[in-house]
């Protein structure tokens, strides 16, 4: 599990960062991606999105960050019944289009594909993840280039899932049913 406290002066969120390195930023009991930022490295980043993030709850979450997949296991009656790897948003360069048209087209084919529940947003967060690749909305992606606008793999916010259930292997399904008996 990463390493965990709840946001409060800026000098103990700072120390946080500093011991971790990186941080996710999230409200406590925060939905669908909603005001979650990964990945921050600088203090001045990690405290816009604690006041992003406290809109939807006073309080707020900081985790270590560790890179790697997001995969999700599904456990019923003890039994996996599903696993995917869930990814960022991303959009892929044409060459001729800004950034931002790109988003824009990626989010309508989400809405059209997600009856409306998942887009892209265009805010901070966003900006923030295009400005740390070199990048803005106005950018031009050379052609079949691949660049993560967010690094949430909600699907509320354009994350996409891939079904990897025939592929899990058989000591992270053991894993997955220990912990759910754990947990009962």
Do not use: W
Request: glycine residues 8%; aromatic residues 2%.
């Amino acid at each position: 599990l990463p390493a965990q406290q709840l946001a409060g002066s800026a000098e103990d969120n700072a120390a946080f960062l500093a011991k971790h390195g990186s941080v996710v930023v999230k409200p406590v009991d925060g939905e669908q991606g909603q005001g979650v930022s990964v990945d921050l490295r600088n203090a001045d980043d990690m405290e816009q999105a604690i006041l992003r993030a406290r809109p939807f709850d006073q309080r707020v979450l900081l985790e270590s960050y560790h890179r790697g997949l997001d995969l999700r296991v599904v456990v019923i009656g003890y039994e996996v019944v599903a696993a995917a790897v869930r990814r960022p948003a991303e959009v892929i360069g044409d060459g001729s289009h800004r950034i931002g048209e790109l988003i824009e087209a990626q989010s309508r084919r989400r809405r059209a594909a997600t009856s409306g529940e998942s887009h892209i947003p265009l805010d901070e967060e966003t900006e923030r993840c295009l400005r740390d690749a070199g990048f803005d909305l106005d950018s031009v992606l050379p052609q079949g280039e691949r660049l993560a606008v967010r690094r949430t793999a909600n699907l509320h916010t354009g994350g996409t899932l891939e079904d990897v259930t025939d592929q899990l292997h058989p000591e992270l399904r053991e894993a997955a049913v220990r912990a759910a008996r754990a947990l009962d």
